[in-house]
């Protein structure tokens, strides 16, 4: 099939882009209370970074960098949210579904050195430092175990909200002895301040919410709406010096959000106007004009017919060298300084271009 174009970039006005064409900083700028922002952003460290997910990282660096220049005594950095309960192993015993995740099986070290490796380049080329914590670090917030015993209080109203096939809230723990957890949480009790879990090889076992957060997992929504509170809750604490801002992928904004963070923030209590503000990098899409896809690329023969440099970071530092990402980089930061710009999708054949 070949596809025939002007080679002209239009960027129609609408939407965000009407609104924050050439004032996007200077808006967020102005919804900031603290002198020091943390910008978070967060990823499943299960293959080598695939190609939308390096351009959420860019993004981040390139806002921080942006915010700096505006205010010199503003102080920013990325903090990379690792999410390493995200599965590595699957596994079907009887009718139910378990799993053994990332952090558990170790499968993260085989790519965390390549997500380093960005967040270093990044770093440099944008002068502004990064954290990275895994899920244990997280859960250990102190604001945790009451969201987690009111989502628990109020499931009747979430699980058909956040899990509209199955009506069930998607929170679990790793059995203590071999990993194995309950990928749904379907077999999961709870009794007083206790979550009690079943493991087919070890039979039950119990997690002390108050106390033992850190062994808590979810599932992606649920973790979107965790994440989002305690952001908020760090936003409201006057005893903090930092605020939070999020970064993620263009598909998760729009409906998503509105049904799965505003609405189930809003039942649980707690005040949406208070969330933290959200940034959504902009797709980048196939021919089609359907989302480059992680889980696709690793099927044999998919995206074949592209060059593999567009698939993940080991092929574009491959083939590249560190001037792919720098490259990746400098094209993201200039949405920012031309925000119209960052308010629509980007196909492959336009980074195509970027990465000649």
Known sequence: MLFETDGKVYNPLGGGSYVYQDSLIQYMHSQLRKKKVKISIGAQPN?????????????????????CHYDKELQVSVLFEMVDTAPAIAQKIGDKNYQISLRESGEMNKYIDQYNEILEQLSSISNISYQVRGQREFNRHTSIPDIVKKV???RDLLAPILEPKKHIIRIRSACPICGLTDKKGIENKFVDNKMICFCPKHG???????????RLEYNTPLRNLIRGIVYSIDNQ??????????????????????????????????????????LYASLVTDWSGAKLSKSLYVNEGAYRYLPSYMINYDNLRKEKGSM???????????????????????????FMEVLK
């Open 47 to 67: 293959s080598s970074p695939h190609f939308g997910t390096l351009e959420v990282f860019c993004l981040a660096f390139a806002l921080a960098n942006m915010l």
């Open 152 to 154: 628990i209080s109020h």
């Open 204 to 214: 039950e076992f119990e997690v002390d919410i108050d106390t033992e957060s850190y």
């Open 237 to 278: 604490d006057d005893n903090l010096d930092y605020e939070w801002i999020r970064i993620t992928g263009a598909d998760y904004a729009g409906f998503y959000q509105e049904q799965l963070l505003y609405k189930t923030t809003d039942i649980l209590g707690y005040s949406v106007s208070k969330l933290p503000m959200i």
């Open 324 to 350: 792919g990402l720098a490259k990746v980089y400098s094209e993201v930061h200039s949405w920012l300084e031309e925000s119209y710009k960052l308010f629509r999708n980007y196909s492959i054949y336009y």
